[in-house]
């Protein structure tokens, strides 16, 4: 099992940056391939971006490739989001998953992780 616990979301205006990031807690975090999911309001949970578990491979959805960055530090048990030139279509609840179990291409084809974290809240103002 692990524990997720998301942090960085907030209110900022169009164009501008924020970093979101993503504490584990409980079995070793390097056993984790890490994705980033989010949902805006009356809208299906949409795939963002995936890394591997050794932080070494990263994959991301086409409408996000050269804004959102995905990154982990293993040895603070983080994951991170990094969002640049935000854009009200980012305005959505950021979740970060995990899972242990599959190979890097079996995961981004399921799509499938087995824990989540609570959310956070990211508002982009035009």
């Known amino acids: 099992q692990v524990q997720l616990v998301e942090s960085g979301g907030g209110l900022v205006q169009a164009g501008g940056s924020l970093r979101l990031s993503c504490a584990a807690s409980g079995r070793t975090f390097s056993t984790y391939l890490m994705g980033w999911f989010r949902q805006a309001a009356g809208k299906d949970r949409e795939f963002v971006a995936a890394?591997?578990?050794?932080?070494?491979?990263?994959y991301y959805v086409e409408s996000v490739k050269g804004r959102f960055t995905i990154s982990r530090d293993n040895a603070k048990n983080t994951v991170y989001l990094q969002i640049s030139n935000l854009k009200p279509e980012d305005t959505a609840v950021y979740y970060c998953a995990a899972t242990y179990a599959g190979t890097w291409d079996q995961v981004l084809k399921s799509r499938r992780f087995d824990f989540w974290g609570q959310g956070t809240q990211v508002t982009v103002s035009s």
């Open positions: 890394i591997s578990r050794s932080g070494g491979s990263t």
